[in-house]
């Protein structure tokens, strides 16, 4: 399957005190509409869930639905540490009209992979009507899908894809080699959205495109073209991108403040850009955007 979707990870707006900035978040998602990619990834790692509550994530997901349904696929994050959480989160997105979720693994305590099989089997059977992509994240989680577990996942019902995060691409391969050609592959490493296609992948699940989506774009437009030159030239674009935003949500709400969304601040314990770090980011929003 030949395609380089590029979904973006979209941040949420938060005010100077770390309340909920739900108008502030609409901007960055209608920000988000006019960008010309594939998707957008909600309420993921970019928009800080672990720090939002229940009641914010239906607010959140309501809120993506509109602004984003009629110009893009929508794939709202559920992840949870327990599968009574994630049940709920899957109701509120089933009644906001989404039909795409992603599961991050459950956290915090380690977990067998019997027992993320039965989490992955009891979240398939509550997703009727759902598309379900596996999150891998095993750095933030402390807990693997392996090849092995990938590929019995891959059988449940209503699982059609998985987004891994911060795997390299061999990985990705071990993956491919498990699952059917239609079983969806998104790696979250912004720099590999030309790459990662040489190893099974589908696209990138990317946050810097969030700020910064013409590089992206052209990287895509490049490695479609097959043209070599074309497509290192454009990965320059990428790379100056990624050096500059480096997945950093407090580096994106600056940029978003040079480009006129009102996006706020971080909720999550993240340090602000010192005066290089804005500067970098200043000099990338002047030359990408």
Do not use: C, W
């Amino acid at each position: 399957m030949s395609r380089r979707d590029i979904i973006t990870a979209v941040p949420v707006a938060f005010a100077a005190d770390g309340a909920l900035d739900l108008e502030g978040s609409r901007e960055i998602l209608r920000f988000v509409a006019q960008s010309g990619n594939e998707g957008a990834f909600v309420l993921g790692t970019t928009g800080e869930f672990p720090a939002l509550s229940y009641e914010e994530r239906v607010a959140l997901t309501r809120a993506s639905v509109e602004e984003l349904g009629s110009s893009m696929r929508v794939i709202v994050h559920v992840g949870a540490p327990s599968l009574y959480e994630v049940l709920r989160l899957i109701a509120s997105v089933r009644e906001a009209g989404a039909t795409e979720i992603a599961v991050i693994t459950p956290y915090y305590l380690a977990a067998s992979d019997e027992g993320l099989y039965e989490f992955y089997q009891q979240v398939s059977a509550a997703s009727e009507g759902l598309d379900v992509y596996v999150y891998v994240f095993r750095a933030r989680t402390g807990n693997f899908v392996s090849a092995e577990l990938m590929a019995r996942l891959a059988q449940l019902p209503n699982i059609v894809g998985a987004k891994i995060s911060d795997e390299p691409l061999s990985q990705i391969a071990a993956y491919r080699a498990v699952v059917a050609d239609e079983f969806l592959l998104y790696t979250g490493s912004d720099r590999d959205l030309a790459t990662a296609a040489e190893v099974g992948a589908q696209g990138v699940v990317s946050g810097i495109s969030s700020v910064l989506p013409k590089p992206f774009r052209a990287l895509r437009d490049a490695a479609e073209s097959g043209d070599a030159n074309r497509i290192a030239d454009a990965q320059v674009g990428v790379d100056a991108a990624v050096d500059a935003i480096r997945g950093d949500m407090a580096r994106m709400k600056a940029a978003y403040a040079l480009l006129g969304v009102a996006a706020g601040t971080v909720r999550m314990a993240i340090d602000a850009p010192d005066a290089d770090g804005l500067a970098e980011v200043e000099n990338a929003v002047r030359t990408l955007s």
